[in-house]
């Protein structure tokens, strides 16, 4: 009898070392809800929690299983010493492997959305769909036409502009800037204390490598179906985002009628209709 106890325990101490290693194998947060034959991957937006989903999740986790990422050094997370867009689809596709997900619905809003593009271009046979809340695939070329891309960007200065600069500057600069993200203001407060929580140096390293990335021409190398759904102002400018995703011929661009960036919560019904009915 003590002997089989022994084995419990043992077992269990192996379980849970085996737990440990497998969350510890991945820089960022998983949290998994709901069941399905269909897999999707949510992946959240510049400085975001993957709680930015919590009401899509809710909602698609009756019928699929939902993995949503919180990414390393954004809003309260631990961070990498060397972050970048490729080497966080490395780390997502080798997340994937890993789980056994097999070709995966790929959701992502803003940052997210860049990433979505970047594992179905990487690697069209692995993803099933993706979708992209507003998110282009050069953001830099909307405000200069001739904008091109470096190989290795100089990221040091803007860095060291946000590690130095003083907390309340900083907090007070998220708090600005989210006035002109999302129309819903309940969720200023929300959106603003993930930024403050953001690691600084990922802050600045992120935000260099998101506006020196340029996939337009890699575009082509996507096979799913695509669905981008993008804010209110961009309508205006309809012949500049369909340039943005010429290369993309699955591309299914819709536009919300009133949402600002943060489209999943300032349409919400019309944004879920639009998920609901392309997964499907």
Known sequence: MKKIKFLLILLAFI???????AAASHPFNVSVSGKGK???????????????????????SRNYKCYTLTMPGFAGQKAQDEPSLKG???DIIEFIKTEKIEKPIVI??????????????????KIAKIVVVDAL????????????????PDCSKLIETYTQMDNAKFA?????????????TSKYQLITQWGIQTDRKTYG?????????DLRAQLSSIKCPALILLEAPFKQFDSVMRAQYAQLASAQI??????LHFIMYDDKDWYMTQLTTFIK
């Open 15 to 21: 379980l849970v070392c085996i737990n440990v290693f």
């Open 108 to 125: 992502g809003h803003s940052m997210g959305g860049v990433l979505a593009l970047m594992l179905a271009s990487d690697h069209p046979d």
């Open 254 to 259: 819709e536009y919300s009628s009133k949402a």
């Open 38 to 60: 269909q897999a999707i991957v949510f992946i959240p937006g510049f400085t975001c929690s993957g709680d930015v989903w919590n009401e899509t999740t809710i909602q698609l």
């Open 172 to 184: 007070v600069a998220q708090a600005a800037g989210v006035k002109r993200l999302v129309a819903d």
């Open 205 to 213: 390293k992120m935000y260099c490598d998101l506006t020196n990335t």
């Open 88 to 90: 966080w689809v490395k």
């Open 137 to 152: 695939p050069c953001l830099s070329a909307v405000f200069n036409p001739a904008f091109k891309s470096v190989e290795t």
